[in-house]
């Protein structure tokens, strides 16, 4: 079983509106989770990290669910510049290393 | 700050070459980490480094070898190249250790051996 599964998509949505991604994890004891978001043919950058609370940033929320074990990415009034591919990222509670899901490819269609 | 640097951008090799990928960070980052990233399979840890003079194996090393002998650089070697190493390879810095904070990304290296 993978460590972390995301729905590969693609999501096609027009313009202003709302979508939301979901990523579940295998290991119940991981303790950090991200979303990041990738360009095509570019390098991953950080969009925002999960807490356990759920955080918001502008247009996007992010929630964990520890009991479902699983992640979600709410962007609202989407934007043809919100187009790439999100990461879900997790991080088990031992090693050193993230767990990257394989990526939910947005578009955003004028 | 350029953040950081990998070289070279593209790599045709054949079967059995070998070389070494370069990369840099000048954001005085202690944590190095690389990556392959194939379709359908995500970003998978190769080896990374908690600090200069250190490695240690990630989630798929084999055929792989790192080194880290100044802190701003780590090195991604293939001794015996084969075309199951065709790839996009990123490299990543963070300050602090992974699940700490932001790993920043380099621009990634298209590898493909023929």
């Known amino acids: 079983r993978k460590e972390v599964e995301q729905d590969p998509g693609p999501f096609n949505v027009p313009e202003g509106a709302t979508v939301a991604f979901n990523c579940t994890y295998s290991n119940s004891a991981s303790q950090s989770f991200f979303w990041y978001r990738q360009d095509c043919r570019k390098e991953p950058k950080l969009l925002m990290s999960?807490?356990?609370s759920g955080n918001e940033d502008g247009r996007f929320t992010a929630q964990l669910n520890r009991a479902s074990q699983y992640i979600s990415l709410l962007i609202r009034d989407s934007k043809l510049s919100d187009s790439a591919t999100y990461l879900c990222v997790v991080m088990p509670n031992t090693g050193n290393q993230f767990y990257f899901g394989t990526g939910t490819s947005l578009t955003v269609i004028p | 700050n350029a953040g950081v640097t990998q070289t070279p951008k593209f790599r045709v090799l054949k079967t059995g070459q070998s070389m070494t990928l370069l990369c840099a960070q000048d954001?005085?980052?202690?944590?190095m980490y690389w990556y392959r990233q194939d379709p359908g399979m995500g970003l998978r840890l190769i080896h990374y480094s908690v600090g200069e003079g250190t490695t240690a194996k990630g989630e798929v090393p084999d055929g792989y070898n790192v080194s880290r002998l100044k802190k701003q650089n780590f090195l991604l070697g293939l001794e015996s190249a084969a075309p199951s190493q065709t790839s996009v390879y990123f490299c990543?810095?963070?300050?602090?250790?992974?699940?700490?904070?932001?790993?920043?990304f380099g621009p990634g290296t298209r590898l493909t051996v023929t």
């Open positions: 999960v807490y356990s």
């Open positions: 954001m005085n980052h202690e944590y």
């Open positions: 990543a810095s963070s300050y602090l250790p992974v699940g700490g904070g932001e790993q920043y």
